[in-house]
């Protein structure tokens, strides 16, 4: 069952084993069929660190992955495309960030319709 389920995600997917993949766009099955040596739950933590964290800038960043490594992540530097348009944003958005973007933070709270 599960050989089948894994077949049918491979021919569903639109990237293949040694084609460019944005590893900032790409989901789980997408990244776990284009990069060597990363299988689903490898491609799931990615997926994962990158709405924690925010867009990769580089290999490295891959590197900082639990489980990746930077051997590993370097084994697939030609396969990766680290495009920040349409990325996962981060987490959350601090104040100091916030203001720099001129964006203005209240209170929760702060104005009550009474």
Same mark, same amino acid.
């Given at each position: 069952?599960?050989?089948?389920?894994?077949?049918?995600?491979?021919?569903?997917?639109?990237?293949?084993? @040694? #084609?460019? $993949?944005?590893?900032?766009?790409?989901?789980?099955?997408?990244?776990?069929?284009?990069? #060597?040596?990363?299988?689903?739950?490898?491609?799931?933590?990615?997926?994962?660190?990158?709405?924690?964290?925010?867009?990769?800038?580089?290999?490295?960043?891959?590197?900082?992955?639990?489980?990746?490594?930077?051997?590993?992540?370097?084994?697939?530097?030609? &396969?990766?495309?680290?495009?920040?348009? @349409?990325?996962?944003?981060?987490?959350?958005?601090?104040?100091?960030?916030?203001?720099?973007? @001129? $964006?203005?933070?209240?209170? $929760?709270?702060? &104005?009550?319709?009474?």
């Amino acid at each position: 069952m599960r050989l089948s389920i894994l077949l049918f995600l491979l021919l569903v997917s639109d990237v293949q084993a @040694g #084609e460019l $993949v944005d590893i900032n766009k790409a989901d789980a099955v997408q990244i776990a069929s284009a990069l #060597e040596g990363i299988g689903q739950k490898k491609a799931e933590k990615i997926v994962a660190w990158r709405k924690a964290h925010g867009a990769f800038n580089s290999i490295d960043d891959l590197g900082k992955v639990t489980g990746i490594g930077r051997k590993l992540a370097a084994r697939n530097k030609d &396969y990766v495309q680290f495009n920040r348009q @349409g990325a996962d944003r981060s987490r959350s958005t601090d104040t100091k960030s916030a203001q720099k973007k @001129g $964006v203005l933070s209240l209170p $929760v709270g702060a &104005y009550s319709s009474r």
